[in-house]
Nanobody, 126 residues
Framework: QLQLVESGGDLVQPGGSLRLSCAAS????????IGWFRQAPGKEREGVSY????????NYADSVKGRFTISKDNAKNTVYLQMNSLKPEDTANYYC???????????????????WGQGTQVTVSS
């Protein structure tokens, strides 16, 4: 079974940067599409960023477009989320999720994914 472990969450000031990592074990990530999701207290989980199995296709929520970058290192079996120009509204628990993919399709809904990490907390505050 694919296992995912997120790391890199921290307390950061507005305008700062963080890089989240999602390390996979059990299966090679080059067979999986990945999504990053986040959930703040009292709010529904929302999709943040998505990457195809090859890493050749990506997409972002409008709220993070231009500030966040998703990337995939299949050799290291790890997906990254580089977050720049962080805002207080980015505060949330961030999760990575994976699903086996046969092509370069991006998956946007949380119910499309069947493997989830435990999450890593990002807090943006002065």
């Amino acid at each position: 079974q694919l296992q995912l472990v997120e790391s890199g969450g921290d307390l950061v000031q507005p305008g700062g940067s963080l890089r989240l990592s999602c390390a996979a074990s059990g299966f090679p990530l080059n067979n999986y599409a990945i999504g990053w999701f986040r959930q703040a207290p009292g709010k529904e989980r929302e999709g943040v960023s998505y990457i195809s199995r090859s890493g050749g296709r990506t997409n972002y929520a409008d709220s993070v477009k231009g500030r966040f970058t998703i990337s995939k290192d299949n050799a290291k079996n790890t997906v990254y989320l580089q977050m720049n120009s962080l805002k207080p509204e980015d505060t949330a628990n961030y999760y990575c999720a994976a699903r086996r993919a046969a092509s370069s399709i991006l998956y946007y809904a949380s119910h499309d994914y069947d493997s989830w990490g435990q999450g890593t907390q990002v807090t943006v505050s002065s």
